[in-house]
């Protein structure tokens, strides 16, 4: 569907005095990304800027004036997915881990992928579960199967050991680490001469040290040459190889510890979904809960050199506080999406609207969730909730899935999987129709009432894919009334899906699993009688298979087709009803000398038409940019480029 389409937009070209900044002059035709910078994971920091890990990319945020700038697949990163950031000093650059254990060294003017750890070895578990920087020439990462030593400067890994069990974090101390594992916190030299890749040099901390018998260590820090660690609810100063309880919570989980700045700082968790706390521990061992009003949910936080704590939240947003005014916040969120929840996009003028996920791929079955609707209105991202938007109150968990603009309007509609359609008028301003206030009804679920499709004809009627509906085909007329009185020639709880007009004014739907339903009202909408209908399937065309995953109208009034094996292109006209003269076509190209049927190996999940009235092809691979008839290949674009 064209809601699906591929926005092509403006690349960011990123540079600045700061480690990257940003710029935004670029040339038309290249891309720029909208990704969420919400909730944050990972947080590091250079001399002038705090650098934190979306899941997607990396937000990077000047200390002193706090400007906002992003680090994305466009400007430094290899891949998405991120999860770990560290910067390195001595390289200006930052370490970057995915989340399938490949990491980046971004530089000024390069970034090299390394994959060794994802690939080398034999190991069962790969996963990267913190990166340090424990010397100035040295990254460490801690792994579920041991530790991984690198050095940024050459590009080179030095020692790898295999413990066999997860290593959650390390710290080092006048020559000396010290690893939290799930044996317990293991300590060796930092020798030349010693083997640091062979297990038996390293030592476990035990009973004879005041250790439990059995203890599990996830959090370990060097604060003012003293090693701190923390077991569940208690945090423990580390000297002369005995151990002292500094901090101890019950009904807490410790979540991190971190000393880049005057003071330790502790993130607590709360076993029993309350609030969680932020501790604070000076050089002379005052400890204290800090700035309780910032941090909800805390997941990492460190201090920069300025007295500035800036922590992440899963409560979204990234806070600042200070060490001076601990009842000072300040809550940072990009000017991005709130979160990847998205299925489809409508553009209207400026605007860029985006539905949140409202139906699984695979099941099509409703995924509620209360997100609503995000969208780009005047350069700025907002959302709209039941919580926060008139015309939308108790109507929480709405599954919004389909969204059509109607250029003459100026109305969105958009499709839910669980209640109906929702209006948003070119106000802004919200309503939508249900069982009850509309034709629309009740489906195979008896409480819900599905909108699986929405088109809008010439005429400004608005049509309906009330899907699995007794009369599953509801049309909007201009003037506000709704009617599902249509042909019985319809079959009575049809599972249809996507529509659409085309230059006939026939209706074409999708149905799950049982090909195409094409519907003619013979521009009489309160005469029943004479309308036509046909369901188009393998067996009377040339579809390759009856599950349609999407339909599309190009400028030349064509019917582009979508499914699991490929494409298949009606060009019917007024003869859509007339089987022996519309069995659609499968269009045959030429790839490296080959001819084939277009796309018959791709699954494909949206079709859009350009100006051009070129096609793009939104597939499980990659996207496919073809010639206006569909027989040139003119640009492929997956995740390599």
């Known amino acids: 569907m064209k809601q699906q389409a591929l926005i092509l937009t403006l690349l960011t070209f990123l540079s600045g005095s700061t480690l990257w900044g940003q710029g935004d002059e670029v ?31 990396v937000l990077a945020v000047d200390k002193t004036d706090f400007s906002k700038t992003f680090i994305t697949k466009l400007n430094g990163l290899s891949s998405t997915g991120t999860r770990l950031v560290e910067y390195v000093p001595s390289v200006d650059g930052l370490i970057v881990v995915y989340q399938d254990s490949e990491f980046d060294l971004v530089l000024q003017n390069r970034t090299i992928n390394f994959e060794n750890i994802k690939v080398d070895g034999s190991f069962f578990n790969r996963e990267v579960l913190d990166v340090s920087l424990l010397k100035e020439d040295a990254v460490y990462f801690c792994t579920a199967f041991g530790i991984v030593e690198f050095f940024p400067a050459l590009e080179e890994f030095g020692f790898t050991l295999d413990l066999g069990v997860p290593v959650y974090e390390m710290a080092y101390k006048e020559g000396v680490f010290y690893a ?37 260590p996830t959090h370990i820090v060097n604060y003012q040459e003293k090693i701190y660690f923390a077991l569940d609810s208690v945090v423990y100063e580390l000297q002369d190889n005995t151990i002292d309880t500094v901090l101890y919570e019950p009904g807490f989980n410790v979540v991190y510890l971190t000393a880049e ?11 029993d979904n309350c609030d969680g706390k932020m501790m604070i521990l000076d050089g002379d061992r005052n400890m204290e809960e800090y700035s309780p009003s910032c941090v909800d949910r805390p997941r990492y936080a460190l201090e920069d050199q300025y007295g500035q704590i800036w922590a992440t939240d899963s409560w979204m947003y990234l806070r600042r506080s200070s060490v001076d005014d601990p009842g000072f916040c300040d809550k940072y969120i990009a000017n991005q999406p709130f979160l990847t929840n998205s299925v489809e996009i409508a553009l209207r003028d400026d605007e860029i609207w985006l539905t949140t996920n409202g139906i699984s791929s695979t099941t099509y079955n409703p995924q509620f969730n209360e997100l609503g609707l995000f969208a780009r209105i005047d350069g700025t991202w907002r959302i709209f909730q039941a919580k926060n938007t008139p015309g939308l109150e108790g109507q929480d968990g709405l599954a919004y899935h389909r969204i059509t603009y109607d250029p003459v309007s100026g109305n969105l509609y958009v499709g839910t999987n669980s209640d109906g359609m929702v209006i948003v008028s070119p106000e802004n301003e919200f309503s939508y129709l249900s069982n009850g206030t509309s ?8 409480t819900r009432v599905r909108v699986a499709g929405i088109a809008v004809d010439e005429q400004g009627n608005v049509w309906m894919a009330n899907n699995t509906a007794t009369k599953p085909i509801v049309v909007l007329t201009p003037e506000g009334n709704t009617s599902n009185d249509f042909s019985n ?3 009575i709880g049809s599972a249809i899906r996507d529509v659409v007009v085309d230059f006939s004014g026939f209706k074409w739907f999708t149905v799950d699993k049982n090909g195409l339903l094409v519907y003619d009202d013979n521009g009489t909408l309160n005469t029943p009688n004479d309308d036509d209908v046909r369901l188009i399937k393998t067996t009377n065309s040339q579809l390759p298979e009856n599950r349609v995953r999407c339909i599309e109208v190009d400028l030349d009034g064509e019917v582009w087709v979508g ?22 076509f499968k269009q045959i190209v030429e790839v490296d000398g080959f001819r084939a049927n277009l796309l018959e190996t791709e699954d494909v999940r949206a079709i859009a038409v350009d100006g051009a009235n070129r096609k793009w092809f939104g597939t499980t691979n990659g996207v496919f940019l073809m010639s206006p008839d569909g027989k040139e290949q003119l640009a492929f674009f997956n995740s390599d480029n």
Do not use: R
């Open 489 to 491: 020639k319809v079959p």
């Open 261 to 271: 700045g005057a003071n330790l700082l502790v993130g607590l968790w709360c076993k």
């Open 27 to 57: 040339p038309i035709g290249s891309w720029k990304n909208y990704l969420p910078f919400s909730v944050f994971n990972s947080l590091t920091q250079s001399e002038d800027q705090i650098f934190a890990t979306s899941d997607l990319a």
């Open 180 to 216: 939290a594992t799930e044996w317990g916190i293991i300590y060796a030299e930092d020798d030349p001469e010693i083997n640091l890749k062979d297990v038996t040099n390293w030592t476990a901390f035990n009973q004879g040290n005041g250790f439990p018998l059995s203890y599990l």
């Open 439 to 446: 034709a629309l009804d009740f489906g195979a679920d008896p």
């Open 563 to 584: 499914t699991e094996l490929g494409v298949v292109s009606f060009n019917c006209g007024t003869s859509a009803f007339e089987p022996q003269l519309c069995q659609g």
